[in-house]
């Protein structure tokens, strides 16, 4: 089955007691029981919901994984990855990422000795030298939040394999019509489904996709033990949102890329920041494991002042300045003072984020009325 008929029919049946094609919301907090421990499959909604069953099978299936497990924030899923380690357990971790990421890490789980380090991923080598016998997870963000940098998937698993070392990867950025990777060597794929699998600025939501039996089960007793669980309702729009997952991210694709190449050219823009250059550091890496660049794109300005990037966000019509990314609809934001701002200024200026950097999430408009609303704001300043 070919990824645009999976997004559609994967793991998804006509209600077999009415026949209604979208699967319904089952809003009920409990099941009725024939007699004690004699039921149809569910007990009670945070261990199991027909409709979160549904849209866990069909995420299983984009991500070629045994099993996904959802709940109910992208934050929610990585923290229910971390419960599995124990104290004096080590994580390494991409030194660009989420700042939601390195907060989870390093404000919580330090303080119950689980160590972080966080290494330049786009040379594999980093990651060899940084493993110690204590190392338990290697957590990849590939491309990265939000210099879009490129870490090979292959190489970092290969590595991981001989240290005996578990692989996850945070592929929300592309997406698993962009990247699968699972088929690369990952152990395990993590999603922000709020972003493009839900696609509509309209739930929160996130999944962990497995390909291993063991680590389903530990996830899903975590899943129903802590109890992070998402709504059969939010449930419900990512299954609606994947539908059109792999239209509106081959659209995205096509209009990030016009943008970058606007971006590249203008007087008042110091970089561009998108994979699809062929001078980005590891375009032949993306080219190879990716089967477009994404509709991410990060820029800083010629004069790298807070005040002047402010300036450029503000005069958007089009681009709406907001924290989040993947919808329909296109988004600007600043990474130092929105997204990364739980991350020190000096781990940020290490990657190069700078106060003037501005993250663009490249929606699905006509891209002409989109470079129009960039070139008047940049005239602004």
């Not at 004690?36 to 499959?41: A, E, L, N, T, V």
Request: glycine content about 8%; overall charge positive.
């Amino acid at each position: 089955m070919k990824f645009g008929t999976k997004v559609i029919h994967a793991g998804i049946e006509p209600d077999p007691s009415s026949g209604a094609i979208m699967t319904p919301i089952f809003q009920t907090s409990t099941y009725v029981q024939d007699a004690p421990g004699k039921h149809k499959g569910y007990e009670y909604a945070r261990t199991q919901n027909p409709t979160r069953g549904t849209l866990e099978k069909n995420l299983a299936a984009l991500e070629n994984g045994i099993d996904a497990i959802c709940f109910s924030s992208g934050l929610a899923a990585m923290d229910a990855i971390l419960k599995t380690l124990n104290p004096g357990d080590e994580i390494i971790s991409t030194n660009d990422l989420y700042g939601g990421s390195y907060r989870l890490m390093t404000k919580i789980y330090e303080k119950f000795g689980i160590k972080s380090v966080f290494v330049d991923m786009t040379n594999p080598a980093n990651v060899k030298k940084a493993i110690t016998k204590n190392t338990k997870l290697i957590w990849v963000e590939t491309p990265t939040n939000p210099m879009l940098s490129i870490v090979d998937i292959k190489k970092v698993c290969k590595i991981a394999k001989e240290g005996k070392v578990q692989v996850c990867v945070d592929n929300t950025f592309a997406s698993p019509f962009l990247q699968r990777p699972l088929d690369l060597g990952a152990d395990m794929v993590l999603h922000s489904a709020t972003k493009y699998l839900g696609g509509h600025s309209d739930v929160i939501h996130g999944a962990v996709i497995v390909k291993n039996k063991k680590m389903a089960e530990a996830l899903r007793f975590i899943q129903n033990a802590a109890g992070a669980v998402p709504g059969p309702q939010d449930c419900f729009l990512i299954l609606r949102g994947i539908k059109t997952l792999h239209l509106r991210v081959e659209r995205s694709c096509k209009n990030a890329k016009k943008i970058a190449k606007f971006l590249l050219t203008h007087p008042k823009v110091a970089n561009v920041y998108y994979p699809g250059f062929k001078d980005h550091p590891n375009h032949k890496v993306a080219k190879a494991q990716m089967d477009d660049f994404g509709g991410m794109v990060s820029f800083d300005l010629v004069r790298d002042d807070f005040k002047i990037a402010t300036k450029v966000m503000s005069n958007t019509k089009l681009f709406s300045l907001a924290e989040s990314l993947g919808g329909v609809e296109s988004l600007i934001g600043h990474p130092a003072s929105m997204t990364h701002a739980s991350i020190p200024k000096k781990e940020r200026l290490k990657v190069g984020l700078t106060d003037s950097l501005i993250r663009l999430s490249v929606g699905v408009e006509d891209v002409e009325d989109l470079i129009d609303d960039l070139e008047n704001a940049l005239t602004k300043i």
